[in-house]
């Protein structure tokens, strides 16, 4: 399915041109307009799901197959020394585009890209509710 008010459907099914670093039945994947760092890219399906609770699981099999594939190629490419993966669900984690992507950044010794969070301490409280409610 796709959604007509969707901009990454129009981008994934070539509507709208984009940086297009590989295509298959499934994926397109792009660099993203506003970069964390040269390279980093998006993968979008190219059915319409807006976020991993809605990504069919034949679908989500073949993502990071295809994460794989590229930061591996794209590892050679840009000659970084590692990769961030990451994939928003919902505004209140950062998401925007509410068609179902994940972000491969490059990293670099020493770049200053903020994909980090402050540790916390895990409590005792916490890991017993948890745990007990996933019974
Ligand atoms: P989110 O915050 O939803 O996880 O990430 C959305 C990403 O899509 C952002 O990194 C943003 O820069 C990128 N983006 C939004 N609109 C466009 C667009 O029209 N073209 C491209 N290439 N990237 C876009
Ligand atoms: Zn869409």
Same mark, same amino acid.
């Given at each position: +399915?796709?959604?007509?008010?969707?901009?990454?459907?129009?981008?994934?099914?070539?509507?709208? @041109?984009?940086? $297009? *670093?590989?295509?298959?039945?499934?994926?397109?994947? =792009?660099?993203?307009?506003? @970069?964390?760092a040269?390279?980093?890219?998006?993968i979008? @399906?190219?059915?319409?799901?807006?976020? *991993?609770?809605?990504?069919?699981? !034949?679908?989500?099999?073949?993502?990071?197959?295809?994460?794989?594939?590229m =930061? $591996?190629? +794209?590892?050679?490419?840009? #000659?970084?020394?590692?990769?961030?993966? %990451?994939?928003? #669900?919902? !505004?209140?984690?950062?998401?925007?585009v509410?068609?179902?992507?994940?972000? *491969?950044? @490059?990293?670099?010794?020493?770049?200053? %890209?903020?994909?980090?969070?402050?540790?916390? $301490?895990l409590?005792? !409280?916490?890991? !017993?509710?948890?745990?007990?409610?996933?019974?």
């Amino acid at each position: +399915m796709k959604d007509d008010n969707c901009i990454f459907c129009k981008i994934a099914n070539g509507e709208i @041109p984009s940086a $297009t *670093l590989y295509e298959d039945e499934d994926f397109r994947v =792009i660099l993203d307009i506003s @970069p964390a760092a040269k390279g980093h890219a998006l993968i979008l @399906p190219k059915e319409h799901y807006a976020d *991993l609770y809605e990504l069919e699981d !034949e679908t989500a099999s073949k993502v990071l197959v295809l994460a794989k594939k590229m =930061i $591996t190629r +794209m590892t050679e490419i840009l #000659n970084c020394d590692g990769y961030n993966l %990451v994939q928003n #669900n919902g !505004e209140a984690a950062g998401q925007t585009v509410h068609h179902f992507h994940v972000h *491969l950044i @490059p990293r670099f010794n020493g770049d200053k %890209v903020g994909v980090a969070w402050k540790p916390g $301490t895990l409590k005792d !409280e916490d890991r !017993e509710e948890i745990l007990s409610k996933l019974k």
